[in-house]
């Protein structure tokens, strides 16, 4: 089955550094990748997604990049700010009509001002 | 509105006590709603998915159970809480794309 797992699981960096979080994926089938970011207390909130067909998307001061040759995906953030700070998820939805995404187990990333 | 309520928002509950916690999402009808669980310090492990009224699809052996009574409506379930059931519990939909919006959660803690 599909297993997505993160290289680290703290990302510590200094406000206004830029920030990279990396995941990778198992299943060459995934369709469809997506980053969440969770502050502490809430539920996860959609941050930005990448077709399998695309290998990099930017949005906001965010830029997901992704390699299917090696199954690996990151998040880049620009000039971190304090505000960034949570933890941040990837997902990876294969083919099919049930949707059902594979999670990641996250990465903390703080920001020290 | 994509808006997911859920309560309540917190609740401390004694092993083997019952269990109700219930979603409620705004917005298209029909859609695709999830019952996920966060341990602390941990992933997302999805328990039950839902396409309709009545449709559950449960995703790992448990003591929970998930029911769908009305569209919008989403509500987990357990007749005998054990200590391994606390934690964070999410309640999701599919968007028109794939991905989810999730509701605030409910923070679940077993004595």
């Known amino acids: 089955g599909e297993s997505v797992g993160l290289h680290l699981p703290t990302l510590s960096v200094q406000e206004g550094d830029n920030s990279i979080i990396n995941c990778a994926y198992s299943n060459s089938a995934s369709d469809y990748f997506i980053w969440y970011k969770q502050e502490s207390g809430k539920g996860p909130q959609f941050i930005i997604d990448i077709r399998s067909n695309m290998d990099k998307r930017q949005g906001q001061r965010v830029t997901v990049l992704l390699n299917k040759t090696v199954k690996h995906l990151s998040l880049q953030i620009a000039a971190t700010q304090p505000g960034d700070s949570a933890v941040y998820f990837c997902a990876a939805v294969g083919e099919g009509g049930s949707y059902i995404p594979t999670f990641g187990r996250g990465t903390s990333l703080i920001v020290h001002p | ?111």
């Not at chain 2, 298209?28 to 328990?47: E, F, K, V």
């Not at chain 2, 448990?62 to 007749?79: E, M």
């Open chain 2, 1 to 111: 509105s994509q808006t997911i309520h859920q309560w309540p928002a917190t609740l401390v509950q004694p092993v083997g006590s019952p269990l109700s916690l219930e979603c409620t999402v705004e917005g298209t009808s029909n859609p695709n709603l999830y019952w996920y669980r966060q341990a602390a310090g941990r992933g997302l492990q999805l328990l039950f998915y839902s396409v309709g009224i009545g449709q559950i699809s449960s995703e790992v052996p448990q003591n929970l159970s998930a029911s769908r009574p009305q569209d919008r409506q989403f509500i987990l379930s357990s007749k005998k809480l054990l200590l391994s059931d606390s934690g964070f519990y999410l309640c999701a939909r599919k968007s028109a794309g794939y991905e989810q919006y999730f509701g605030p959660g409910t923070r679940l803690t077993v004595t």
